[in-house]
């Protein structure tokens, strides 16, 4: 039977990428990127001739049975997203769910992710936490936000800058203008920044200077 490695990627500094994961991606016969050009250049950085395939959220439904079929007679493969760990508000579940209804060995390798380590970093109490990753952008994002208004837990969102000032402006309607939290953004990169405050301090302050790069919010529990 064919296998697949999981490999996460680092999130900003090319550094952040283990021996294992490097040793891997050397080993298999093809992976599985999310965008061939980003992840091209952490093969460069690493002198890693590796073939890649584009293998992303427009085209995994289609992809995965394919790939599936053709994994015995590529032997080992390795999956990697443009930063962090896939399968975590990237391309990744639908590939693992099928290699292993197939009875293909998954291996998945730890490594950099976003939301713990701003989670982390937060100085919220990181114990017990639900991740959200992106609220909806339509449907749905009502009713999820009223389900988080008794969440005991830290809860960790990840959001974009252009809809940044929307989603803390929600976050203050359902949870409370006074609820702590923390922006992260550019994590582990030059510009890495972390804000904190209350929810109505974190948008006022988007407002005034617009935040940019991948963000991630950790906003408290009840």
Request: contains cysteine.
């Amino acid at each position: 039977m064919g296998k697949l490695y999981v490999i996460p990627t680092p999130i900003g500094n090319l550094e952040d990428i283990t021996l294992r994961a490097l040793r891997v991606m050397k080993e298999v016969s093809l992976i599985l990127a999310e965008d061939t050009r980003t992840t091209g250049k952490l093969l460069k950085h690493y002198d890693i001739s590796t073939s890649m395939r584009s293998y992303h959220m427009h085209n995994e439904h289609r992809a995965v049975e394919s790939l599936v079929a053709q994994l015995d007679g590529l032997g080992a493969i390795g999956l990697v997203s443009d930063a962090g760990m896939p399968g975590i508000s990237d391309p990744g579940f639908l590939l693992v769910r099928a290699c292993v209804a197939a009875g293909h060995e998954v291996e998945v390798l730890p490594g950099a992710n976003a939301a713990t380590t701003a989670l982390v970093e937060s100085g919220i109490p990181c114990d017990r936490f639900v991740f959200e990753g992106f609220l909806p952008v339509k449907k749905g994002r009502q009713t999820r936000l009223q389900q988080l208004v008794s969440e005991p837990r830290t809860m960790v969102f990840y959001e974009s800058p252009h809809r940044i000032v929307r989603t803390l402006s929600d976050l203050m309607t359902h949870l409370g203008e006074g609820r702590m939290a923390t922006l992260s953004r550019e994590l582990t990169k030059t510009f890495h920044e972390t804000r904190r405050g209350t929810l109505k301090d974190l948008h006022d302050g988007c407002i005034e200077t617009p935040p940019k790069g991948e963000i991630v919010v950790v906003v408290s529990g009840v």
